[in-house]
């Protein structure tokens, strides 16, 4: 498999960042297979990817670590965080990069249904830090609203250490445009999808899209050079999800 890894020009700072819910690595086809994940993401050669719905050590997907299969197969770094644990099972998010990470924070979120949590990590590009959030929220509207209320507050992207500095919120929110917790982080951010003057995509489901559930969030001080949604034939059975793409500049 072709690396993603890619010399980063310091005076330029273009990134291209990849948000996927991979679910469970098990396709449309109904099919079990973490190489193929990392083959849609190595056609991409992204420099910052935020995976949802990752199994690390569960029973119905034969025990895998599916974000370091994933991680490896790419030779990029990686943390993740389970928003799930139970006994030796774990489920939840991570973030990969080929760039310099150190990991700031990974916890819950408030959630009545299905827990949900989030990671952060601060990614140096050439002589910059940039703070970058992965995140699934919930299915209930309640919970998207908390859950997004917390990330905006002072644990989180309103963090002092974050506030203030280049920020890259990554995720499967499970909102839609005209949701509250879409238009909490929208009166924030910036979303890629918006600002490159083409008519925004929907992600889900991934064989026919008509929601546009995942997203990619920027600060003011990140242009957004491009944003699109890949829906090749591999894209379109690999998950239930579709992966966006951004190419932004620092």
């Not at 990554?170 to 951010?189: E, F, H, K, W």
Request: overall charge neutral.
């Amino acid at each position: 498999m072709a690396s993603t890894q890619q010399q980063i020009d310091p005076s330029r700072r273009v990134l291209k960042i990849l948000s996927y819910n991979v679910h469970s690595c098990i396709g449309t086809d109904r099919r079990l297979d973490p190489a193929r994940i990392a083959d849609v993401i190595a056609a991409l050669s992204p420099d910052i990817i935020g995976l949802q719905e990752l199994d690390v050590g569960r029973r119905r997907t034969g025990g895998a670590d599916q974000a370091e299969i994933i991680a490896s197969l790419l030779e990029m770094k990686f943390h993740f965080h389970a928003a799930l644990h139970v006994a030796e099972e774990r489920y939840g998010d991570a973030i990969l990069t080929t760039l310099p990470m150190q990991f700031v924070k990974g916890g819950m979120l408030p959630s009545r249904s299905e827990q949900r949590g989030a990671l952060w990590v601060e990614v140096t590009v050439g002589d910059k830090q940039v703070q970058v959030f992965n995140t699934h929220l919930g299915l209930p509207r309640r919970d998207r609203v908390q859950q997004m209320t917390t990330l905006l507050g002072p644990s989180w992207i309103g963090n002092p250490e974050s506030e203030g500095k280049s920020q890259i919120l990554i995720g499967d929110l499970n909102s839609i445009g005209q949701s509250a917790a879409y238009r909490q982080v929208a009166r924030r951010m910036k979303d890629v999808q918006l600002q490159t003057g083409t008519k925004a995509r929907a992600t889900f489901p991934s064989r026919f899209p008509l929601m546009r559930l995942d997203h990619i969030l920027v600060s003011d001080d990140i242009e957004v050079l491009d944003a699109q949604v890949i829906a090749d034939p591999r894209a379109r059975i690999a998950s239930d999800h579709l992966p966006l793409m951004a190419t932004v500049r620092l």
